[in-house]
């Protein structure tokens, strides 16, 4: 049985209950972290409750409880799932009100809920068990405060549905210059002729703890060529290799773009060598 945390209370997820003038589900106002949890440790709670924070700030949302009190109830969360490999889902919306009206009042309740799911480790970065990603491409239609972890994600689910309509798993997204803005549900490496590449941060991309690992990772123990600049279409299309990031994939290759592969349409040196990283490295950053 999933045990959640809903409003200071810990409840059976079957038996978890909001109101409908939720302003979460009426309006998709709240933000929402996504954290995984191997053999009971989370990672990077840190970097994670950090991003939450700027998110809250980032829709004028104060929550009275404290970084302290957050981490205590993702431990105690943790603890009452079985303490093993889990993902964390947490959400905070702006609360419950009397009337569905688009402005809202600074003298709300947030409402705070999060419950934990079943997830696989990732990959130990060997090409034969890597889960491998078809990627289509399409313009990024989404709104321009992508900066923001906000649980109003119907651009992003109907970009999925695009990828999943032509038979791929996720989709390459680009801003009207034809510049790789991030994917549905990943930020994005590319890796050109040896050299890695990633989009600089704006408000058309999540800032992913992922993402902010990796470059340190990078830093700290290769001596690889990485530069954090605009990626257009045309390098994307030419890579040898490009690579998803995600809190629970932390490094996945992608193998086909558009139906075309990348590079020999397999898992990549690059990947496999970063992924290790990620496996010895992952909780560094704790
Ligand atoms: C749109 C988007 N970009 C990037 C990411 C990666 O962020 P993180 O590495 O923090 O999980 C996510 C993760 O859910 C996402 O939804």
């Given amino acids: 049985m999933t045990m959640a945390y809903l409003n200071g209370a810990l409840t059976p997820l079957s038996e978890a209950r909001i109101s409908p003038m939720d302003?979460?589900?009426?309006?998709?106002?709240?933000?929402?972290?996504?954290?995984?949890?191997?053999?009971?440790?989370?990672?990077?709670?840190?970097?994670?409750?950090?991003?939450?924070?700027?998110?809250?700030?980032?829709?004028?949302?104060?929550?009275?409880?404290?970084?302290?009190?957050?981490?205590?109830?993702?431990?105690?969360?943790?603890?009452?799932?079985?303490?093993?490999?889990?993902?964390?889902?947490?959400?905070?919306?702006?609360?419950?009100?009397?009337?569905?009206?688009?402005?809202f009042s600074q003298n709300c309740e947030p409402t705070i809920f999060a419950y934990t799911f079943p997830i696989t480790p990732p990959s130990d970065g060997s090409a034969d068990t890597a889960v491998c990603y078809r990627a289509v491409t399409r313009q990024d239609q989404r709104w321009g405060r992508c900066h923001i972890k906000s649980t109003a994600l119907l651009g992003n689910v109907l970009h999925m549905m695009e990828a999943v309509d032509e038979g791929a798993e996720e989709v390459l997204l680009f801003n009207a210059s034809d510049e790789l803005t991030e994917a549905a549900a990943c930020n994005v490496f590319v890796v050109l002729d040896d050299v890695i590449l990633t989009p600089e941060l704006d408000h058309q991309k999540l800032p992913g703890v992922t993402r902010r690992q990796c470059l340190e990772l990078l830093a700290a123990h290769t001596d690889w060529s990485v530069q954090v600049r605009s990626v257009s279409k045309q390098e994307v299309l030419a890579a040898n290799e490009i690579w998803l990031s995600s809190s629970t994939k932390e490094l996945a290759p992608v193998i086909s773009v558009d139906g075309q592969p990348v590079g020999d349409g397999k898992p990549g040196p690059l990947w496999s060598a970063a992924q290790q990283l990620f496996q010895q490295h992952r909780f560094d950053t704790a």
């Fill in 23 to 103: 302003r979460g589900f009426l309006f998709g106002d709240g933000v929402y972290e996504v954290i995984p949890c191997y053999g009971g440790r989370m990672v990077a709670l840190a970097y994670h409750l950090e991003r939450l924070q700027q998110s809250l700030d980032g829709i004028a949302l104060s929550v009275p409880d404290t970084e302290e009190d957050l981490i205590g109830l993702l431990e105690e969360l943790v603890q009452q799932n079985g303490g093993g490999d889990m993902g964390i889902y947490l959400q905070i919306t702006r609360g419950v009100v009397a009337q569905r009206q688009h402005a």
